[in-house]
């Protein structure tokens, strides 16, 4: 199983951006689902390469002095996203969007509990086969590829 992700920023305005993220599994689409990033802080994230090294697991997130910006229905986890390129951006996740909708710049979903248990999942077995997950974020369409 080789899994990668391809998050497409399709909308901005000041510091959101609106987008999809496409997972790929062995080079067939099998989710995509809209994201956000951004919102709060410094915005959204750069676009560039990154890669997903690991996972905060729902029981990890759930013992959080407040995991509630992490999780939707009471249900959270967390992949950290590391840039492959120089950035003085750091602590960039990917998780359920618990929160106000956006972020400091993570990439958060709203999206149901079964789904995200599903995505978690998937993640979770392409990290312990694969080692690393790549990510790729774009600005338009054309750019999405597996």
């Not at 099998?30 to 951004?38: A, E, M, N, R, Y």
């Not at 120089?86 to 998780?95: P, S, V």
Request: net charge neutral; hydrophobic share 35%.
């Amino acid at each position: 199983m080789k899994l990668s992700m391809d998050i497409v920023l399709e909308e901005y305005s000041k510091l959101l951006a609106k987008g999809t993220c496409y997972i790929w599994q062995d080079g067939k689409l099998i989710h995509d689902f809209p994201i956000l990033s951004g919102g709060h802080g410094r915005g959204y994230l750069d676009l560039g390469e990154y890669s997903i090294r690991g996972l905060s697991t729902p029981e990890k997130v759930a013992k959080m002095p407040n995991p509630k910006p992490y999780q939707t229905d009471g249900y959270g986890f967390a992949f950290p996203m590391t840039p492959l390129f120089e950035t003085n951006r750091t602590g960039i996740w990917m998780h359920p969007d618990g929160n106000i909708p956006g972020s400091l710049g993570c990439i958060v979903w709203t999206q149901s509990k079964t789904f995200n248990e599903i995505l978690y999942e998937l993640v979770k077995t392409a990290i312990s086969i694969q080692g690393t997950i790549p990510v790729s974020v774009r600005d338009t369409i054309s750019t999405v590829s597996n």
